[in-house]
């Protein structure tokens, strides 16, 4: 058998000539590919800002888009290079089920916040309460939450936990009721202690006019009657407002010269027990 060498360069040349060609179109189509998807993402952002969508939000849709362009592309140059593509996207799609199972609570996470982007229970800045944690809004991530509680820890909640708890967002509404209560002694006459309070309550700085104050009794126990104080104000004003109308509410009382509320107890036993305590 004769051996063709020059026939062999010839086919080995042709070979790597097309592979070579293959190569360099795969390299300018990725190129191209990433520059027109950096086209697009630039277009998609533009676009949403125009509309004054949450930037959380765009971040999102930017992302998104950005992956599964990027998967289209990846599935484009392995078509130019002959392999089979259907075969390419169940593999894409097997891997994306294990993915998923793997990182469930990721996922849960990313889930929960596009939830709390699209329906926004809140925003940046709120003070609420999340996941059981209470604190002001400081950054909602892609997976994640960031409160700063009042007493200054920075605490960090996955998205996740906190779209399906209860949401208390005490900054949705333009003022919130401070709770406080005041206890009386017998001797004191409710309406008395009533009529003093209310006009000097009003006073208070950041205390809102309207809804005016509650002032009112809503229980008795051993010391006598207890009244509920209900001041209104803006969430920013809260703390401030309940420590004012407590210092307000010590002075008022004092000044009237109301008696120090004391539990009463009264004992009583037949002839026996009277016998057996002289005894």
């Given at each position: 058998?004769?051996?063709?060498?020059?026939?062999?360069?010839?086919?080995?040349?042709?070979?790597?000539?097309?592979?070579?060609?293959?190569?360099?179109?795969?390299?300018?189509?990725?190129?191209?590919?990433?520059?027109?998807?950096?086209?697009?993402?630039?277009?998609?952002?533009?676009?949403?800002?125009?509309q004054k969508?949450?930037?959380?939000?765009?971040?999102?849709?930017?992302?998104?888009?950005?992956?599964?362009?990027?998967?289209?592309?990846?599935?484009?140059?392995?078509?130019?290079?002959?392999?089979?593509?259907?075969?390419?996207?169940?593999?894409?799609?097997?891997?994306?089920?294990?993915?998923?199972?793997?990182?469930?609570?990721?996922?849960?996470?990313?889930a929960g916040?596009?939830?709390?982007?699209?329906?926004?229970?809140?925003?940046?800045?709120?003070?609420?309460?999340?996941?059981?944690?209470?604190?002001?809004?400081?950054?909602?991530?892609?997976?994640?939450?960031?409160?700063?509680?009042?007493?200054?820890?920075?605490?960090?909640?996955?998205?996740?936990?906190?779209?399906?708890?209860?949401?208390?967002?005490?900054?949705?509404?333009?003022?919130?009721?401070?709770?406080?209560?005041?206890?009386?002694a017998h001797?004191?006459?409710?309406?008395?202690?009533?009529?003093?309070?209310?006009?000097?309550?009003?006073?208070?700085?950041?205390?809102?006019?309207?809804?005016?104050?509650?002032?009112?009794?809503?229980?008795?126990?051993?010391?006598?009657?207890?009244?509920?104080?209900?001041?209104?104000?803006?969430?920013?004003?809260?703390?401030?407002?309940?420590?004012?109308?407590?210092?307000?509410?010590?002075?008022?009382?004092?000044?009237?010269?109301?008696?120090?509320?004391?539990?009463?107890?009264?004992?009583?036993?037949?002839?026996?027990?009277?016998?057996?305590?002289?005894?």
């Amino acid at each position: 058998m004769n051996f063709n060498f020059t026939a062999m360069m010839q086919t080995v040349t042709a070979v790597l000539t097309a592979v070579g060609l293959k190569i360099l179109g795969a390299i300018v189509l990725f190129m191209i590919g990433r520059w027109l998807i950096a086209v697009a993402l630039r277009l998609i952002d533009s676009a949403l800002r125009k509309q004054k969508i949450d930037a959380t939000l765009i971040r999102y849709i930017n992302s998104g888009v950005g992956a599964l362009l990027n998967i289209v592309l990846v599935v484009a140059i392995l078509g130019f290079f002959g392999v089979e593509t259907t075969s390419f996207a169940a593999l894409i799609a097997a891997a994306g089920v294990a993915i998923g199972m793997a990182w469930s609570g990721l996922l849960a996470n990313f889930a929960g916040g596009v939830f709390l982007v699209i329906l926004q229970p809140f925003k940046v800045g709120d003070f609420v309460t999340a996941a059981g944690v209470t604190g002001t809004i400081e950054e909602i991530g892609l997976f994640a939450t960031t409160l700063n509680t009042p007493d200054n820890v920075k605490t960090i909640v996955g998205n996740g936990k906190v779209f399906s708890d209860t949401i208390q967002n005490f900054s949705a509404n333009p003022y919130r009721r401070v709770e406080l209560t005041a206890q009386l002694a017998h001797g004191v006459d409710p309406q008395e202690a009533i009529t003093l309070l209310k006009p000097a309550i009003a006073e208070v700085p950041n205390v809102l006019a309207q809804p005016a104050a509650d002032v009112e009794i809503i229980t008795f126990n051993l010391a006598g009657p207890v009244l509920a104080v209900r001041p209104y104000c803006n969430n920013a004003h809260y703390w401030q407002v309940y420590f004012d109308t407590n210092r307000l509410i010590r002075e008022t009382f004092a000044n009237a010269g109301f008696p120090v509320p004391e539990q009463h107890y009264s004992v009583r036993g037949g002839d026996e027990l009277r016998l057996a305590k002289t005894a």
